[in-house]
Structure formats: C-alpha cells, structure tokens
C-alpha cells in the first residue's frame, strides 16, 4: 500500500490539506506511486480498493502544488518590482539616467530575481511530473476496468465449461442446418 503524505502535530483540516510535505518527501512518494502503476491479476482487488484514494492524493499534489506555484509567481512579481523601484532610485539619488534595457539588465542580474525565477521554474517542474502521474491514474483506472471485464468474462467462461458441450452441439446443429441449406440452394440452381 502507498503511504500518505500527512500533516503532522496540532493541525486544522485546512492546514492538513495545504501539507503536502517537503519536495524530498515527494519525491519518495512519487517514485512509490510510480512503482503501483503497474496491475496484476493475481492483486486485481486490491488495485481497485486502493486506486481512488490514490488518484486523490495524486490530484491533491498537483492542485496544492499549483496554488504553492501561482503564490510564488506573486511573490517573483513583487520582488521584480522592487528591484526595478530600488535600481530607479538609486540611479536618480545618483543623477544618473538609465535607459529602460539597463533597468531590465540589472533586474535580470539581481540575485533575488533570480532565486524568485527559479523557484517558480522548479515549481512549474514538480508540477508537471505531477500531472503526468495523475492522468497515468486516470489511464490506469481505465485499464482496471478493461481488465477486470476480461477477468469476469474468463471466470464465467470457465464457470460454465460443463454446458460447454451443450453450446458445442447447437453450434454443430446450426452448422448442418447452413450446410444444408446451402446444398438445397445449389442443387436448386442446377
């Protein structure tokens, strides 16, 4: 079975929901989900017990993670704009014109843009492997049903291979009668 990724301590539903643990703990998670892709026939009951909780917590990620991101690009705004304010006073407390591509230049050079850059490029990452496992569950739910069908079909089938002899003389019978008939139609053409 998968582990969840919980909230630890004194912690309201809200928080629990908004913990997904750190990205080091996600990743150990998410080569575990990745490893439960694969179905069995011999665990087929199990698959089918376990697999909505599973694509829940698979969808909780990417949902969490895609709020975490958009806050981290309103974070990368606010940093960008006051990078660009600083760089503009400190050029007019200096008398200094700078052009609009210099302002552009510094800001692309200062570290905390940088850092605030990354974070949301490695955010947007995480989140579409995330979304590649989650619509992997989505095919994989889909497969457990086509193979659990297939499962039934062959259980029935051998259920009921002692009528089988039954079903096999009224295919013979059905096959004499088109015969038959097809010999009553030619020797009628002839």
């Not at 630890?8 to 913990?19: C, E, L, P």
């Not at 997904?20 to 990745?34: F, P, S």
């Not at 940093?79 to 008398?95: C, F, G, H, P």
């Given at each position: 079975?998968?582990?969840?990724?919980?909230?630890?301590?004194?912690?309201?539903?809200?928080?629990?929901?908004?913990?997904?643990?750190?990205?080091?703990?996600?990743?150990d998670?998410?080569?575990?989900?990745?490893?439960a892709l694969?179905?069995?026939?011999?665990?087929?009951?199990?698959?089918?017990?376990?697999?909505?909780?599973?694509?829940?917590?698979?969808?909780?990620?990417v949902?969490?993670?895609?709020?975490?991101r958009?806050?981290e690009?309103?974070?990368?705004?606010?940093?960008?704009?006051?990078?660009?304010?600083n760089?503009?006073?400190?050029?007019?407390?200096?008398?200094?014109?700078?052009?609009?591509?210099?302002?552009?230049?510094?800001?692309?050079?200062?570290?905390?843009?940088?850092?605030?850059?990354?974070?949301?490029?490695?955010?947007?990452?995480?989140?579409?492997?995330?979304?590649?496992?989650?619509?992997?569950?989505?095919?994989?739910?889909?497969?457990?049903?086509?193979?659990?069908?297939?499962?039934?079909?062959?259980?029935?089938?051998?259920?009921?291979?002692?009528?089988?002899?039954?079903?096999?003389?009224?295919?013979?019978?059905?096959?004499?009668?088109?015969?038959?008939?097809?010999?009553?139609?030619?020797?009628?053409?002839?």
């Amino acid at each position: 079975m998968v582990k969840r990724v919980r909230a630890k301590g004194n912690r309201s539903a809200s928080d629990d929901f908004a913990d997904i643990g750190t990205r080091e703990d996600r990743q150990d998670l998410l080569v575990e989900l990745e490893d439960a892709l694969g179905i069995s026939k011999e665990n087929l009951d199990e698959h089918i017990s376990t697999h909505s909780e599973i694509f829940y917590q698979v969808g909780k990620i990417v949902a969490v993670l895609a709020s975490r991101r958009d806050k981290e690009k309103q974070n990368r705004d606010n940093v960008e704009s006051q990078v660009d304010l600083n760089i503009r006073q400190q050029a007019l407390s200096d008398s200094i014109k700078i052009t609009e591509r210099e302002i552009d230049a510094r800001k692309n050079l200062n570290k905390e843009v940088q850092e605030s850059r990354d974070a949301v490029l490695d955010l947007g990452e995480e989140i579409n492997i995330w979304g590649a496992l989650k619509e992997a569950y989505g095919h994989r739910n889909y497969m457990l049903k086509e193979i659990t069908a297939l499962y039934v079909t062959e259980y029935y089938a051998t259920q009921s291979a002692g009528d089988g002899n039954k079903y096999k003389g009224v295919q013979a019978d059905r096959g004499r009668e088109a015969m038959s008939g097809e010999r009553k139609r030619r020797s009628a053409n002839s």
